[in-house]
């Protein structure tokens, strides 16, 4: 089974402009993602996939692997299908570009999932974290999942879901974290299908599976790490990283 990694980069951002070209400990934030991508040594390839001259300078004058998108996408999963359809590759792994803290424990598991599916059913595979703190649940910045019985997600929102109407049942709420592990053909199918108003409304591209009845396996990991959508993620990550 090939497995590559893609991570896709675009240089503006609506939260943060220019985010992926931030200095976090002397490099900047894309190339800490793709070194600690590569670093995995979970992959048989890992490129960065991007619109900006700037970011593709960025890594190949570093030594590393960048692709160009030929026209403008909507979501990262667009860019990244452009990018692979005419690579042979079973497996192709999206790794956020703002995700520094990309390490192997949380990507293993989610790679797990396709060796186990021996009939192909699942789509997909992404990971969940628990949070517990009211602030983070309400903050639309962070994407909720809720899963059924055997962890197949069922909806992301950027609102809280579910809604607290009975705080006495043991509601749980898990983040999503932006890490996807696709079949080759489910993206492909995802590239060719138009979006629908429930991830036009939410600006969440992985509702679009769920509009067109894909399986996505959600994965419980307990390794939150810091995604950059803010300058004060950008300084928490600083502060982790020393």
């Not at 004058?61 to 030929?70: F, L």
């Given at each position: 089974m ?22 976090l400990?002397g ?45 403008e ?35 293993e ?11 192909k059913?699942?789509d997909?595979?992404?990971?969940m974290?628990?949070?517990?703190d ?17 962890n ?91």
């Open positions: 090939k497995i590559i990694s893609m991570i896709p980069a675009r240089y503006s951002a609506s939260r943060f402009p220019a985010k992926l070209m931030q200095n400990a490099k900047t934030v894309i190339l800490r993602t793709y070194e600690a991508t590569v670093a995995t040594q979970l992959f048989d390839e890992v490129y960065v996939v991007t619109d900006s001259a700037i970011i593709y300078d960025e890594i190949v004058n570093n030594g590393g692997k960048a692709i160009m998108s030929k026209k996408h909507q979501s990262g999963s667009d860019r990244i299908a452009e990018a692979v359809v005419d690579l042979d590759v079973d497996i192709v792994v999206n790794v956020q570009g703002d995700e520094p803290f990309t390490e192997r424990e949380s990507l598991k989610v790679l797990e999932v396709f060796k186990h599916d021996h009939q059913e699942i997909l595979a992404s990971l974290v628990e949070i517990h009211w602030e983070e649940i309400s903050n639309p910045n962070t994407v909720k999942v809720i899963v059924d019985q055997n197949f997600a069922l909806y992301f929102s950027r609102s809280p879901i579910p809604f607290p109407r009975d705080n006495e049942v043991g509601t749980r709420y898990f983040k999503h974290k932006g890490i996807y592990a696709f079949r080759k053909q489910a993206l492909l199918d995802f590239y060719r299908l138009p979006m629908q108003f429930l991830e036009a409304t939410e600006k969440i591209e992985c509702i679009r599976y769920l509009e067109y009845s894909k399986k996505i396996k959600m994965v419980e990991t307990t390794v939150e790490g810091v995604e950059i959508d803010t300058p004060e993620d950008l300084e928490r990550a600083k502060r982790l990283w020393k």
